[in-house]
């Protein structure tokens, strides 16, 4: 609906698990090597942990599209199912024949037949399990001795469990003793830091094919960072809702008059909003390229150089009692991070 108001052709905070709109930070970069090296390498049981909205899936459905024709995913995406609703699923999920999705017994010998021969044809299977933090646990027996399929030499079956911090807790259970042992990797997403936050919006406005400067101002994606906590998915509905609201009253870029509007309708986080950023320069946006390219957007954190300290410390103004924690706690630190985005051209919102 506010594509062409903002100049993109998509909707770029939109909620799916996009591979195209994934920003690489240095945990999404990790834990995406880490995926990508357990589906190759067969490391048995790979464990993905972070909070809901951290881009968990997103990360798993990008490991599984660069992986080569060789390789067969199955991903499970609700995991809350009975022990004879689990065994269908997977005999649906993996090919077998009907009897297997009736009989648990015939279900592992197809499926052993199967990922035997995929393994000397030089083919891998994994088994991607998402949410995993709700999973009974006679399920997570169940996956525990699938993962137990092998040979002499390699395992014939890698499992990946995604799921929220509590899955940690759980696996440190006695009862769950032998499936934590067998976790060869471990990875955590964490929410966004304030100029992770900035490349986020601009990155995923650039794949859309805008120009992030021309969507929203500094202060509006500061005051998205500190209502949103740094998650992807709760910044992604301020964001959409923030555009969706510009657009119907004709104001562009998006300001923090309009996000605190749209935090308001959506409960978000009470207080005021932080003093205007002063002016300072900031590098070109470079034109968007008028074709879609495919490509990861990442964040390098050591490439932007650190700014020189001043030489002797600057007053402090005082901050007033309603103002939020968060929003005046480094001053210092917030301009930094802002005014590191490739996008930001210095435009200050009127106070």
């Given amino acids: 609906m506010y594509e062409s108001f903002f100049g993109l052709y998509e909707r770029p905070f ?15 970069r990790e834990a995406l090597s880490n995926l990508e090296y357990a589906i190759t390498s067969r490391k048995g049981v790979t464990l993905l942990l972070g909070e809901a909205g951290t881009g968990k899936t997103t990360i798993i459905r ?13 991903h499970l995406q609700n995991p809350t199912l009975e022990r004879s609703e689990f065994v269908e699923m997977l005999a649906r999920l993996f090919g077998l024949s009907e009897r297997a999705s009736e009989s648990k017994t015939a279900c592992l010998i197809e499926l052993e037949k199967l990922l035997v021969s995929r393994s000397q044809n030089g083919e891998s299977t994994v088994l ?21 399929i092998e040979t002499n030499s390699e395992k014939l079956l890698s499992v990946i469990l995604a799921g929220q911090p509590e899955l940690a807790e759980r696996l440190n259970e006695r009862s769950l003793r032998q499936l934590k042992q067998r976790v060869a990797l471990r990875c955590q997403l964490k929410s966004l830091g304030l100029q992770e936050t900035c490349a ?8 859309a094919g805008g120009v992030g400067s021309q969507a929203f101002t500094r202060e509006a994606v500061a005051l998205m960072h500190e209502r949103s906590k740094g998650i992807p998915r709760t910044l992604n509905v301020i964001a959409d809702n923030a555009m969706l609201t510009a657009f119907a009253t004709g104001r562009r870029p998006v300001n923090t ?12 986080g009470r207080g005021t909003v932080a003093p205007p950023l002063p002016m300072m320069e900031s590098p070109q ?4 390229s008028p074709s879609r390219p495919v490509r990861l957007i990442t964040i ?19 901050t007033p009692a309603d103002t939020p924690a968060d929003a005046t706690a ?8 802002l005014f590191r985005a490739p996008w930001i051209r210095g435009t200050n919102e009127s106070s």
């Fill in 300 to 318: 390098d954190s050591e490439a932007a150089p650190a700014e020189a300290a001043p030489a002797s410390p600057e007053p402090v103004a005082e």
């Fill in 62 to 74: 990008t490991a599984i599209e660069r992986q080569p024709e060789r390789v067969h995913c199955v």
């Fill in 14 to 28: 939109d909620l799916t698990p996009n591979p195209r709109y994934l920003v690489l930070t240095d945990a999404h």
């Fill in 128 to 148: 991607v399990v998402d949410e995993a933090q709700s999973l009974p646990l006679e399920l997570l027996e169940e996956i525990r001795l699938l993962a137990n």
């Fill in 257 to 268: 008059k309009v996000v605190l509007e749209v935090c308001v309708d959506l409960d978000l």
């Fill in 200 to 207: 986020y919006v601009a990155g995923r406005i650039r794949a």
């Fill in 285 to 288: 946006e470079a034109p968007p």
């Fill in 330 to 337: 480094d001053p210092q630190s917030r301009k930094f991070s």
